[in-house]
């Protein structure tokens, strides 16, 4: 193989914990029981990529959303709930990340809307002040700017064009299978973090 020049890091589940289970909880505690059916892990209703994929703006994803679901609650309240999912990064994470500088192109690839995208980064300017967030990779593509999201096929070249990087040269790193394999077949190594495992665990840093 190649010798490995880029990085390229998904956000969720990798350097920011995140759970599901804590947004499909919080929605159940304003009356939506079903939550699941709209967004997991794995999965995304239409509304859902609309909104990380920017097509419909915070507040079309509002309305839309009680329609769909008939909840009678306030856009605060939706906004709570929908950001329970981000917890912390962890600091040994940030630490490993910003070792990588030197020695990798290191890029982020997520996909988020812009409801968490506000919010993670109010969060890491608490937890880390200084430095912000997106100044940690030479680029931070996030899919509702990008206008794309995985685990599609064209995002990726969309990626591998704008940053004008070697996919056989690249690695991407995902806790989702579905969007490793898309890289793959996009021409990256992927590296496929299964449940409990972490970045620290790779060797890269």
């Known amino acids: ?7 390229i890091l998904d956000l969720g589940g990798v350097l920011l914990n995140i759970s599901f289970e804590a947004t ?10 079903n939550f699941h059916q709209y967004f997991s892990q794995y999965k995304a209703s239409p509304l859902f990529e609309q909104l990380e994929t920017g097509v419909v703006s915070e507040q079309e994803f509002y309305s839309y959303f009680r329609k769909e679901t008939k909840l009678q609650v306030d856009d605060e309240a939706i906004t709570k709930a ?18 990588l500088e030197d ?24 937890e880390f002040p200084g430095k912000p967030f997106d ?26 064009s704008d940053a004008g990087i070697n996919p056989a040269t690249t690695v991407f790193i995902d806790d989702t299978k ?4 898309a890289a793959e077949k996009a021409g990256m190594k992927g590296i496929f973090l299964t449940n409990g ?4 665990e790779l060797g890269l840093g």
């Open 24 to 33: 499909e909880k919080a929605f159940e505690s304003i009356g939506l029981t």
């Open 197 to 200: 495992q972490t970045v620290l």
């Open 103 to 126: 020695r990798y192109r290191v890029f982020l690839f997520s996909n988020t809307n812009s409801i968490h995208h506000e919010a993670f980064q109010l969060k890491f300017s608490a």
């Open 82 to 99: 929908w950001n329970a999912m981000l917890l912390d990064f962890p600091p040994e994470r940030i630490e490993w990340l910003r070792g």
């Open 135 to 160: 100044l940690h990779f030479e680029k931070a593509y996030y899919s509702h700017i990008l206008g794309k999201r995985k685990p599609y096929i064209d995002a990726f070249q969309a990626l591998i």
């Open 178 to 181: 579905t969007n490793v394999e």
């Open 1 to 7: 193989m190649e010798k490995i020049e880029t990085i």
